[in-house]
Every structure is written in structure tokens, then in C-alpha cells.
């Protein structure tokens, strides 16, 4: 699911469309669905399994705690198979210990693709066959050889290299995770037709290859590359799935991550915050950037939390750019904040209000009053020369829940 916040010239519109992540594209299983996974009935004796998940820790990507480790001995067995097997693109019947149940090898499977989001070849459906007392599976590939996956992997990697290299040596994790997010939102546009396909036709837009080489997602797609990226920098990072619930009050399945700085867990949805449009231009926004249990349950349901409940890492607060009151202070942070935009030449300007007064207070005198156009000139003066223009404002409020103005700001040529 997708949130989309258009922002014009003196008005806001918000649009909304719908989110799909992959259950997997078996349409003749019958499926049991939970947070951490999707489950087929066994019936006679070949049966397709579909599985998605909700893992709480690393991948093997990175380095920290699997989803692998909650696994018992039996299911860590059918995992190291399954994840062999993958990497191997083995295509025949593959032979499990013959004690395991439905259960063990739906939640073995799905460890496997919470684990990896980098096998973006495996499909989130496989087939169980027993033949007397023996058990095998047969997993299914999204690519048809060896030489195509390794070509596809090289694809991903040279794309991956061109922020991972650009990261400074001693970033610190908060650093990490806004670049890798900035240049994922810049890359990676929202697959609207992916979204709305149900014949498991767009099967890239769920995974990392879809968003980051091919550029087009939906939100698993989004999800699955900031746990791969963030990861491949040692940042924890997981998948979470639940439900989005637009502003008309539709729900549909969505996916985010789980994203863990300095030891404290936050929530990041980046497929939301790639929302909004400027003058009819793509940028994005950092709503949903490190937010709370709280805040990301006001339009995100049926999920089950680690618990976030800091907003140390949150970006606005990060940025200082979070203001429990519209008052001379924050205008001077804000003419600041155009300022340093300027070195960049970036547009985009967010500054959030923690309370409904002080948002109010903020619209008023930004937007109204337009003290916006005396921080431009302000600002300019900072600057030592006429870099911004002082004439034009775009600007957006958006749902006064969460409390963000965006400014949108346009440079001398």
C-alpha cells in the first residue's frame, strides 16, 4: 500500500492506492494467515506451501541475531536444506528429515526468505511431496539458470555499490540508515500496476532486485532493500507486515521494517514516506522515519511490535527540526535549516509540531501570515547572496496528526 501527499503550490491534495506484499502466488493453495507467516492444509500427498514473515532480526546479510535462532534443531535442518538448495538453484525434490511436520517446514521456509531478502530469486511458494515415510520439498526460482542468476546477482551488487561506497567510514548508524533511504527513495518508484496485478505477473516488484535495479516496487520490494542494504552496513533491520489504512479508511496488506539504532527499535516505512509529489515531481518525505509504536499505529494495524516506544532516532527530532511551539526559536531554526538546504540545493523542507496548537500556530504564521517569505530573506542574507527565491512558496500540511509542514522551496537559476 501507498500513501501519496501531493504538494501544489498554496494546497494539498492526498491520494491514496492500494499495497500489496507477495503471500506467495500459489492461487490453488488454501492459506491460514498470521503475522509471521502463511500456511497451506495438507491434503493427500503433495501439497504447495505459501509463507511470508515477520522476522524480528538480522539477516545473514549482516551480522547479529537470525530468525534462524528461534528455529529448533529439526527446523534449523530443514532451514540449512532450503537455504542450500536456493543458492544452489536446485529445481528437483529436495529431501527433508522425514519426522518433520507442515508446521516445521512452513516456519523453516519462512525463516529462509525473512533471513535473505538478497535470494530474491527464491519464490515465496514451494511444494511438499511425501512418498512413504520420506519427505521432500521442491522450491521454485524466479529466474531459469544458473548463468541468469548469477548475472541478475552482479546487477544487484554494482547498484547496491553506488551508496554502500558513498557511506563515510565512521557514519554513525542514524547517518547509515539516512543515506541508504535517501537513495532508495530516489531510485525506486512505486509500481502502482505491481500493486494491482493478483497473477503473480510483477513477482520482481517484491524484491530487492525489482526496487533496486529495475526501480520499481511495491512496499515488500521497499521493505526487503532497506533490511538488505542496512544490514550489508551492520545496522539491525527487519520485515514487518500488517495492514495500512488509507485516509477513506481502507485497509490492505502492507509491509515496513523494524529498524534498530543505538539498541532502541523504531518503525520505518519507506514505501509511505516515498510519497509525495512536488509540482508534479517525485521526491519524498520522512514521516514515517523512526517513529513509535503510537505514531505508525494511527494508520498501520494488525502488526505485532518488538515495542518502539523512543523517539531518540526519529528524524525530526534527529534533525532539530521537531518544535513544540511556533515562536521566534523556531523560526530561526528554520531559516537555518534553508540555509544549510541551500548547499545542496535541496527543495524539500519538513518540520514537525508536536501538538495541534503549535501546528496551528505554525500554519498560521508560515502559510497565512507568510512569515515564510521574511526566513527566505533572512535566510539569503545568511547565505551572502540571493540563492533562494524570495518570491514563491510551496508548501504542504498534511494530516495535522502528525504534525508536519512541508516547505518547498525554488532556487535562483
Given at each position: 500500500?501507498?500513501?501519496?501527499?501531493?504538494?501544489?503550490?498554496?494546497?494539498?491534495?492526498?491520494?491514496?492506492?492500494?499495497?500489496?506484499?507477495?503471500?506467495?502466488?500459489?492461487?490453488?493453495?488454501?492459506?491460514?494467515?498470521?503475522?509471521?507467516?502463511?500456511?497451506?492444509?495438507?491434503?493427500?500427498?503433495?501439497?504447495?506451501?505459501?509463507?511470508?514473515?515477520?522476522?524480528?532480526?538480522?539477516?545473514?546479510?549482516?551480522?547479529?541475531?537470525?530468525?534462524?535462532?528461534?528455529?529448533?534443531?529439526?527446523?534449523?535442518?530443514?532451514?540449512?536444506?532450503i537455504?542450500?538448495a536456493?543458492?544452489?538453484?536446485?529445481?528437483?525434490?529436495?529431501?527433508?528429515?522425514?519426522?518433520?511436520?507442515?508446521?516445521?517446514?512452513?516456519?523453516?521456509?519462512?525463516?529462509?526468505?525473512?533471513?535473505?531478502?538478497?535470494?530474491?530469486?527464491?519464490?515465496?511458494?514451494?511444494?511438499?511431496?511425501?512418498?512413504?515415510?520420506?519427505?521432500?520439498?521442491?522450491?521454485?526460482?524466479?529466474?531459469?539458470?544458473?548463468?541468469?542468476?548469477?548475472?541478475?546477482?552482479?546487477?544487484?551488487?554494482?547498484?547496491?555499490?553506488?551508496i554502500?561506497?558513498?557511506i563515510?567510514?565512521?557514519?554513525?548508524?542514524?547517518?547509515?540508515?539516512?543515506?541508504?533511504?535517501?537513495?532508495?527513495?530516489?531510485?525506486?518508484?512505486?509500481?502502482?500496476?505491481?500493486?494491482?496485478?493478483?497473477?503473480?505477473?510483477?513477482?520482481?516488484?517484491?524484491?530487492?532486485?525489482?526496487?533496486?535495479?529495475?526501480?520499481?516496487?511495491?512496499?515488500?520490494?521497499?521493505?526487503?532493500?532497506?533490511?538488505?542494504?542496512?544490514?550489508?552496513?551492520?545496522?539491525?533491520?527487519?520485515?514487518?507486515?500488517?495492514?495500512?489504512?488509507?485516509?477513506?479508511?481502507?485497509?490492505?496488506?502492507?509491509?515496513?521494517?523494524?529498524?534498530?539504532?543505538?539498541?532502541?527499535?523504531?518503525?520505518?516505512?519507506?514505501?509511505?514516506?516515498?510519497?509525495?509529489?512536488v509540482?508534479?515531481?517525485?521526491?519524498?518525505?520522512?514521516?514515517?522515519?523512526?517513529?513509535?509504536d503510537?505514531?505508525?499505529?494511527?494508520?498501520?494495524?494488525?502488526?505485532?511490535?518488538?515495542?518502539?516506544?523512543?523517539?531518540?532516532?526519529?528524524?525530526?527530532?534527529?534533525?532539530?527540526?521537531?518544535?513544540?511551539?511556533?515562536d521566534?526559536?523556531?523560526?530561526?531554526?528554520?531559516?537555518?535549516a534553508?540555509?544549510?538546504?541551500?548547499?545542496?540545493?535541496?527543495?524539500?523542507?519538513?518540520?514537525?509540531?508536536?501538538?495541534?496548537?503549535?501546528?496551528?500556530?505554525?500554519?498560521?504564521?508560515?502559510?497565512?501570515?507568510?512569515?515564510?517569505?521574511?526566513?527566505?530573506?533572512?535566510?539569503n542574507?545568511?547565505?551572502?547572496?540571493?540563492?533562494?527565491?524570495?518570491d514563491?512558496?510551496?508548501?504542504g500540511?498534511?494530516?495535522?496528526?502528525?504534525g508536519?509542514?512541508?516547505?518547498?522551496?525554488?532556487?535562483?537559476?
Open positions: 500500500m501507498k500513501k501519496i501527499i501531493c504538494l501544489l503550490l498554496a494546497a494539498l491534495l492526498v491520494c491514496l492506492s492500494g499495497c500489496r506484499f507477495d503471500k506467495g502466488a500459489d492461487s490453488s493453495s488454501s492459506s491460514q494467515e498470521s503475522n509471521v507467516s502463511s500456511a497451506a492444509s495438507e491434503e493427500g500427498q503433495t501439497s504447495s506451501q505459501t509463507a511470508s514473515s515477520q522476522p524480528e532480526a538480522l539477516t545473514e546479510d549482516g551480522k547479529g541475531e537470525l530468525e534462524y535462532d528461534s528455529l529448533n534443531h529439526l527446523q534449523q535442518s530443514i532451514y540449512d536444506r537455504l542450500t536456493s543458492n544452489d538453484l536446485n529445481t528437483g525434490m529436495l529431501e527433508i528429515p522425514s519426522d518433520s511436520t507442515m508446521e516445521d517446514i512452513q516456519k523453516s521456509f519462512g525463516a529462509v526468505t525473512s533471513d535473505n531478502p538478497g535470494h530474491f530469486w527464491l519464490q515465496k511458494s514451494f511444494e511438499v511431496t511425501t512418498q512413504g515415510d520420506k519427505v521432500y520439498v521442491t522450491l521454485r526460482y524466479l529466474v531459469d539458470s544458473m548463468e541468469q542468476k548469477e548475472e541478475m546477482q552482479k546487477q544487484l551488487s554494482e547498484a547496491m555499490d553506488s554502500l561506497k558513498s563515510p567510514a565512521d557514519a554513525d548508524d542514524f547517518t547509515k540508515e539516512l543515506m541508504i533511504h535517501d537513495w532508495l527513495l530516489n531510485r525506486v518508484s512505486y509500481s502502482d500496476e505491481a500493486a494491482a496485478d493478483t497473477t503473480g505477473g510483477h513477482a520482481s516488484a517484491y524484491t530487492v532486485y525489482g526496487a533496486i535495479v529495475e526501480q520499481k516496487a511495491v512496499c515488500e520490494g521497499y521493505a526487503r532493500s532497506m533490511q538488505l542494504l542496512l544490514n550489508k552496513v551492520n545496522v539491525p533491520c527487519a520485515l514487518i507486515s500488517g495492514v495500512g489504512v488509507d485516509q477513506s479508511g481502507k485497509s490492505s496488506d502492507h509491509m515496513w521494517n523494524i529498524v534498530t539504532i543505538d539498541g532502541k527499535k523504531y518503525h520505518l516505512d519507506a514505501t509511505w514516506n516515498d510519497a509525495v509529489l509540482e508534479g515531481e517525485q521526491s519524498f518525505s520522512h514521516i514515517y522515519f523512526n517513529v513509535t503510537d505514531v505508525i499505529s494511527a494508520d498501520h494495524k494488525d502488526f505485532q511490535s518488538p515495542g518502539c516506544k523512543d523517539d531518540d532516532a526519529n528524524y525530526y527530532v534527529k534533525k532539530n527540526w521537531s518544535f513544540d511551539f511556533y521566534e526559536t523556531t523560526r530561526n531554526a528554520i531559516q537555518t534553508m540555509v544549510e538546504g541551500a548547499v545542496d540545493r535541496n527543495r524539500v523542507l519538513e518540520f514537525q509540531f508536536t501538538n495541534e496548537e503549535a501546528y496551528n500556530a505554525a500554519y498560521q504564521g508560515l502559510v497565512e501570515e507568510q512569515d515564510v517569505f521574511t526566513l527566505l530573506k533572512s535566510a542574507e545568511g547565505i551572502g547572496s540571493t540563492v533562494l527565491r524570495e514563491v512558496i510551496s508548501y500540511a498534511g494530516d495535522p496528526a502528525n508536519v509542514i512541508t516547505l518547498v522551496v525554488s532556487y535562483v537559476e
